[in-house]
């Protein structure tokens, strides 16, 4: 039996087996990962031509900072309190309807959410404290970011409702 893997990115584990389509073609490690690249190729065409994750041109000018206030190791997850200070430099208010950290290991393209409504004005700030409880392996992932990583839902004024990727810096304890 013959197993073809193709690494997606740099952890071992993350890797995607293509083990029953190698061993039902009888290939060897070179040909699947031949014939696994056009697949590659169409997805990342087919990403370029979705619609941006915010409708329209208007891409709110949100910043900044994150505190990580408690850490609680409960076995398989850890409980967080994350310490949000935002600031929406833009000229139109915005609300955020779900705040959320990317999962990384244990369900890639998925998130732990949080519901939290928070309203902040133009050229304005706002704080809040969130809780999470994430997978252990997703959180040692997104603590090791550099710049940690957070999934807001949000709608500005006379928009529709998007999704926004947003790094921000950690402050220390």
Sequence with gaps: MKICRLNLSPQPDSSVQLSSFCSE???DMSSCLALSRPIVCLLVFIA???PPALP???VPNLGGTC????????????????????????SSSLTITNVAIPSYHT???HSVTVKRTLRIAANSSSDVSIQFQVPKQDYNA?????VPAFILTLQMAGKRA???NLHIPQIPN
């Design 25 to 27: 073609r009888n290939l």
């Design 48 to 50: 370029l031509l979705l």
């Design 56 to 58: 329209g041109s208007a």
């Design 67 to 90: 505190k990580i206030t408690e850490t609680t190791d409960l076995g398989a997850t850890v409980r967080l309190i994350v310490q949000l200070h935002l600031v929406n430099a833009g």
């Design 107 to 109: 369900l890639p393209f």
């Design 142 to 146: 997104w603590s090791a970011l550099p």
């Design 162 to 164: 998007g999704t926004l």
